[in-house]
C-alpha cells in the first residue's frame, strides 16, 4: 500500500484543487521516462488503494517486458469520524491517504520496446481508475 512513512503533521484540512502555473523545470504534462503513458483528463483525487491496484494491473501484464514508473504518490491524509458519532470532540482519525489529480499530469509511465503490450496494459487500467484518462505515447 502506497502510506508515506512520515509527515509534518498528522492531519491536514481538505484544500482545493487549484489552477497555479508551476514555475517547475520538469513539466508534469510530458513523457520523461517511458515511451507510453497515462494522462489524466479531469480533477480528482486518488487513493493509495486505486494507485496500487493501478500498479499491479500492469505488473500482471507487462511483466519482465518492462518497466514501470510511477508519478503520482499519495500524500494527502483525509480524515473520518466512525459512524454514529455527535458533531463536535475534534476532527477525526486519518482514514486514508489520497493524491490531488489536475488535468494534463502524467499519471504513469511504462518503458518497453512492445508499445502494445503496454497500451494493453494501460486501456485495462483505464476502467479501474474513477477518473477520465488518455493513452499517449511519445
Not at 483528463?41 to 514508473?69: A, D, H, M, P, Y
Not at 508519478?71 to 469520524?81: D, R, W
Request: some cysteine.
Amino acid at each position: 500500500m502506497f502510506i508515506p512513512k512520515k509527515s509534518k503533521f498528522k492531519k491536514q484540512q481538505k484544500g482545493k484543487f487549484c489552477n497555479r502555473i508551476n514555475s517547475a523545470s520538469v513539466n508534469p504534462n510530458q513523457l520523461h521516462f517511458g515511451s507510453v503513458g497515462l494522462k489524466a483528463l479531469s480533477f480528482s483525487s486518488l487513493t493509495s488503494k486505486q494507485l496500487e491496484t493501478l500498479r499491479q494491473s500492469i505488473n500482471k501484464s507487462v511483466k519482465k517486458t518492462g518497466r514501470i514508473v510511477i508519478n503520482a504518490f499519495p500524500s494527502t491524509p483525509v480524515s473520518k469520524k466512525p459512524i454514529e458519532v455527535r458533531m463536535g470532540k475534534g476532527k477525526g482519525n486519518v482514514d486514508h491517504w489520497v493524491f490531488k489529480v489536475k488535468p494534463g499530469f502524467i499519471l504513469c509511465e511504462i518503458i518497453t520496446d512492445q508499445v502494445e503490450v503496454a497500451i494493453k496494459a494501460l486501456d485495462a487500467v483505464k476502467k479501474k481508475l474513477s477518473i477520465k484518462t488518455k493513452i499517449i505515447q511519445s
